[in-house]
């Protein structure tokens, strides 16, 4: 099993920024890719940003120069910077992360969501 431990969100005004963290712990060989989704009310969930083993990431447009995902892999925590927050980012924000299990093969987890709130 693997468990993952979100922190970071709440609330900021317009044109702030915040950073979002989240820890793997548990039983696998190694972690895959890492990620962050985000879904708002209404809404369905949508990738955020991604970040491979290899550090190669993805970003989903509407964050491209705002949002940045990193990794520690000492630390198997996955990170989400976002600036220059606008109030259509309010959200509930999602961990995201594939392992390679004790079982030889590879398995998602999410995280508990941790909601974010934009607005002045």
């Known amino acids: 099993q693997v468990q993952l431990v979100e922190s970071g969100g709440g609330l900021v005004l317009p044109g702030g920024s915040l950073r979002l963290s989240c820890a793997a712990s548990?039983?696998?060989?190694?972690?895959?890719?890492m990620g962050w989704y985000r879904q708002a009310p209404g809404n369905q969930r949508e990738l955020v940003a991604t970040i491979s083993s290899g550090g190669n990431t993805n970003y989903a447009d509407f964050v491209k120069g705002r949002f940045t995902i990193s990794r520690d892999n000492a630390k198997n925590t996955v990170y989400l910077e976002m600036n220059t927050l606008k109030p259509e980012d309010t959200a509930v924000y999602y961990c995201?992360?594939?392992?390679?299990?004790?079982?030889?093969?590879?398995?998602?987890?999410w995280g508990n969501g941790t909601l974010v709130t934009v607005s002045s």
């Open positions: 548990g039983s696998f060989f190694r972690i895959n890719n």
């Open positions: 995201y992360v594939n392992v390679l299990t004790i079982s030889y093969y590879d398995r998602g987890y």
